[in-house]
């Protein structure tokens, strides 16, 4: 029965789902060699999440590949739900490139003749896109452990180690390690080398995304000019005067505040280098943090790379009635009440 049930259920469908982020802490270093910037980061996930399915098309009666690369196991990408307008359906999505780098990994570990199905990604998105939570990367996650799992079980073979899959995340993106890990890490690095931080409680946000996105490497490249050129320009000062390098004694701090489950604590603790970059590019999010803050949250920061903004409050009332007060004083805001910390990308029913 056993062997009977391994040789023929093949699932043709498997989901996962990964959560957002958020940065409590992100201390920000100069630019490396490789363009990347050494990070001192503490993330917890947000109990809000994109799914990704993954199902086998059948290559006798289906139509032809919309990839176009022989070489991919990707047959199409849809994406559904919040801003999936702006989320790219081709080999550019990092979800693709999950799917594929797995089965390159799995023909690496068992043999180049692994014969492997297409198949047909489908994204449900809940998680901002281009906000600062890693909806993209949450993706990727997601993308990894469903095309681990349907790959193994096609092809009859054991999945790849969670070190070889936490290696495909470092290499697809900064942030995609972390949405596999999920819970709360301390992250180095470009963010990628992980170390779990213990947590005592449940944490309430209000998020403020906003319809207009922000770019990542933009914030990055602003990140740059503001440490090169703040002292000689007020402006950029002025917008830089929380911008230091990373300081491990402050994430030691709040670390323990997190272990104490301390939320007025943690609220004096949060802090993120990127936010006077995402601030400068962004002058409106000035009038998102003020509202935010006035209406009743502990306190409000960028997350990430922004747009979206972060408020921690005490309870679930007060983040509504936070969202509410921001999405009712300023135009393109969407109001999100959420939880940390949730916890890693997993496989669900389909
Ligand atoms: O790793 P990921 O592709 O998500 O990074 C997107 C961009 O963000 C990078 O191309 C880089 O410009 C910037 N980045 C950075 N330092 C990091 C992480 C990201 O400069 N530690």
């Not at 007025?264 to 803050?293: K, S, Y």
């Not at 969202?323 to 029913?349: D, H």
Request: proline share 4%; aromatic share 4%.
């Amino acid at each position: 029965m056993g062997e009977y049930s391994t040789q023929f259920a093949r699932a043709n469908s498997y989901t996962a789902r990964a959560f957002a982020k958020v940065n409590l802490h992100l201390a920000v270093g100069p630019a490396r060699a490789d363009g990347f910037h050494e990070l001192v980061t503490i993330f917890q996930s947000l109990d809000l999440s994109d799914t990704v399915r993954l199902s086998v098309v059948d290559s006798s009666t289906d139509s032809e590949s919309e990839s176009g690369d022989p070489a991919s196991q990707v047959h199409s990408l849809v994406v559904t739900g919040n801003d999936c307008a702006a989320v790219p359906t081709d080999s550019s999505n990092l979800a693709w490139q999950a799917v594929d780098a797995v089965a390159d990994a799995l023909r690496a570990a068992h043999g180049i003749e692994l014969a492997l199905p297409q198949v047909a990604v489908a994204i449900e998105k809940s998680i901002p896109v281009a906000g600062g939570m890693a909806g993209g990367s949450a993706d990727a996650a997601a993308a990894l452990r469903a095309a681990n799992a349907l790959f193994a079980d096609h092809a009859g073979v054991a999945e790849l180690d969670e070190n070889v899959v936490h290696e495909l995340a470092a290499q697809l993106g900064s942030d995609i390690p972390f949405c596999l890990h999920g819970h709360t890490a301390l992250g180095q690095g470009r963010g990628e080398k992980l170390h779990g931080v213990p947590t005592v409680g449940t944490f309430c946000w209000a998020l403020v995304a906003h319809e207009q996105g922000l770019s990542t490497p933009r914030v990055f490249g602003v990140f740059d000019e503001l440490s090169e050129h703040g002292p000689q320009s007020q402006a950029l000062a002025q917008d830089k005067a929380c911008a230091t390098y990373p300081s491990p004694e402050e994430t030691r701090k709040l670390a323990a505040a997190l272990q104490e489950g301390n939320v007025q604590r943690v609220a004096g603790l949060l802090r993120n280098d990127l936010q006077a970059a995402a601030v400068h590019v962004r002058p409106d999010l000035r009038e998102v943090l003020r509202v935010g803050i006035q209406a009743g949250a502990l306190t409000g920061i960028v997350s990430g790379s922004g747009p979206t903004c972060a408020f921690l409050c005490t309870d679930v009332a007060t983040a509504r009635q936070v969202t509410r007060e921001v999405e009712k004083t300023i135009a393109g805001t969407r109001g999100i009440v959420a939880t940390s910390p949730a916890g890693r990308a997993e496989l669900i029913e389909n």
